[in-house]
């Protein structure tokens, strides 16, 4: 297991325009012969009335998501809290979440839930067209991203050298850690250790009471 993930277990799972609106499919894959491209996925999101659903373009598939559910939104904005408190004591860089664009070196189009980007000589990073190299990528999921999140944009991910990427599992409870080389993921049900480049401390996550934090009628975060 490498130094980012600890106080888990390891598992391994197999692998398991006019007229574009008609096209699309909820949560799923708008399969069609030819490959979509960046203009046709920036048209949909440019005529989308709100920030969902959310539109991702891999491998010249457009991934279709949602809306996220309250509990989804909630462990996201908790865990982004955590994050950027550690991110801002260290000096290491900024939390940003969907539907903001990460944009990697392959050209493709990502709204992760979550991402980290580095900061610059202990400043917050440069946000612009320029192509990014983030510390994290998290993705929480939900009934029909499993698939894509765990397949599909994890191998992205991997391909363009993201140091760490997270997969949420509010119905597990669990984290999946995945980083470049894996080939299968650490998960991890109990505590979390996250050390990204730079730091000189670790963040600690306590992954039973984060889960337990977003039930609902339970205390609100301090």
Known sequence: MTAAAAAGHIVERDELPTGIRAKQIMSMPVL????????????????????????????GELLVTPAPTARHQRLIFELALKLQRHLTTHALGEVF???SELKLATGERYEPD?????????????????VSSPLLVC???????????????????????????????????????????DERPALIDERLVWIPSGASEVFELDVREFFASAKDEGPLPG
């Open 32 to 59: 069609r012969p030819d490959r979509w491209t960046i203009e046709e996925v920036e048209q949909l999101i440019d005529e989308r009335p709100g920030l969902t659903p959310r539109y991702e373009l891999v491998d």
């Open 97 to 99: 979440l969907g539907p």
């Open 114 to 130: 979550l991402f980290v980007l580095p900061a610059v000589a202990g400043r917050r990073p440069i946000v612009s067209d320029a």
């Open 139 to 181: 993705e929480a999921l939900s009934p029909g991203s499993s698939r894509h999140d765990r397949f599909t944009k994890r191998r992205a991910f991997q391909r363009n050298g993201v140091a760490a990427y997270w997969i949420m599992d509010a119905d597990a409870e669990a984290f999946e850690i995945w980083h470049p080389e």
